[in-house]
């Protein structure tokens, strides 16, 4: 594992967890709008480190009705389009360019889950809404994190960042980088895309529980907001533009359906998973395996912490591959185990407690 790795492992939780705290960068944080933080979403060609979905926190709340697992493309077609009355599930959804088999095992999906009601008239599936689906989304920012932005690590970084501009799927894009002695040299930014925003985060992580006297962010470049409701290009190819190079750039066209249908995707996943969901593929049943309050933002979040190692672990090295990994011995789960399970099965349930915490209650 590369220093790099871990610290952009850990640079990334870190990231999460300010932006959870502090959205927006400017502070006026508007009591209406909630900040949804995940990690590791986007699409089958794109997938950003952090993603922060503005949600109308009323919209929310109502959203909260249909539970706290996402809901998939499918599902989705089925609540946003259920009729309020009874209507067979041919004439109340629309036609699909997919066999109707599917549709009605959707419907089936969505009543199992209690989120839409459905009986069965003349031999036909009828369905109903329980409620409206809301319209939550507000605004889907994209985060790139770069802890080390050198002038080389920019260049390498603008590519991806012209294809997420040229797309227009977030309405803005952003670099995450830390703060060092030095201020961002205009140079590191020359090639980069103007309408990508810079935030610059305080200090490095030690895993001290003392807070660090840097903390906070600041932003270096303002964004520019990208015009999600157009048509955007989606750059399949681009020519590396050296002597030999003579090919075209290939690219084809996004629809505002497109994107439309895939930012409610990504938000819906944000909404399920969060950014602490990294507990679900690490090793939390490990003995080794902490949660330590980050030395960032005052010590108010914990985050992962390896005591075999004596440093933040990635959640790639976290593994049952691990030489160091040690399961929790079986004493250690011995009061309520197995009903409540080890400190591992502990560590699972504060997370998903902290993200529950975002998630504002449906309304009565
Ligand atoms: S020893 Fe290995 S498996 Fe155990 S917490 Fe550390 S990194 Fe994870």
Known sequence: MTQSAESEFDFELRVCAWAERNWPPSGAHDPDTTALVARQLGTKHRRWDTVIVEADTGALAARARFGPKRLDSDLLGVVRNAPAAWTWYRDALPEPDYPWRYVREAVHRAADRGIVETRQRRNRIELRRKWVYPDWVERVIAIENKPDLTASAARALAGQIEHDIALGLADEVWVATAATDSP?????????????????????????????????????????????????????????????????????????????????????????????????????????????????????DVLPWCAAKERRQTAAECAGSCSSFEPEPPNWRSAAWPIEGGPGSAVKRLLARRRDRRRPDAPE
Not at 194 to 216: F, H, N, R, Y
Not at 225 to 231: K, M, P, Q, S
Request: proline content about 6%; glycine content about 10%.
């Open 184 to 300: 961002i040299e205009p140079v590191l930014l020359e090639d980069f895309p103007v309408e990508a925003g810079v935030l610059v985060l305080g200090g490095s992580s030690t895993g001290d529980d003392e807070p660090s006297s840097s903390d906070g962010a600041s932003v270096a470049w303002h964004p520019r907001t990208l015009a999600v409701g157009e048509r955007g290009t989606r750059i399949l190819d681009r020519p590396t533009g050296g002597d030999h190079d003579r090919s075209a750039a290939r690219f084809e066209y996004a629809s505002p359906e497109w994107k439309g249908e895939k930012r409610l995707a990504i938000a819906e996943r944000a909404y399920e998973r969060g950014w602490r969901s990294y507990v679900d593929t690490m090793r939390p049943d490990c003995r080794h395996f902490e949660l330590r309050r980050d030395a960032h933002e005052r010590g108010r």
